[in-house]
């Protein structure tokens, strides 16, 4: 959501990015649950939270999306998939929306 609200922000502002479609996309290639998973229990199992690990591993896909225009037309060096899911499980702690693992 931040680097939509900024992207939005500088197309807006810039010459460069009147009349294009600007893919926004923090990593160019598919993300399945197993990859979320793996980063998630790395962040937050050593802390006390109960990640799933039986995922399944999702349809392949051998997909990718260019983004240079956002990279280079916006400037925009989005945030991680590690990073935004960190701060989204962060939040969600916040809020009491995720609890610890009763032992």
Known sequence: VRDVALA???AITSESAAGHRHP???H???INMRYVAEILKEEFGPKGYQVPDEI???V???STTD???M??????RPISVRQSLIDMVNRFIQLGL???KLK
């Open 28 to 30: 160019p290639k598919w």
């Open 98 to 100: 995720i609890k610890k």
């Open 71 to 76: 990279l280079n037309h916006l400037k925009i």
């Open 56 to 58: 399944e591993p999702g």
């Open 24 to 26: 926004l996309l923090t």
């Open 8 to 10: 939005h922000l500088k």
């Open 60 to 62: 392949p896909n051998k």
């Open 67 to 69: 983004n240079s225009r």
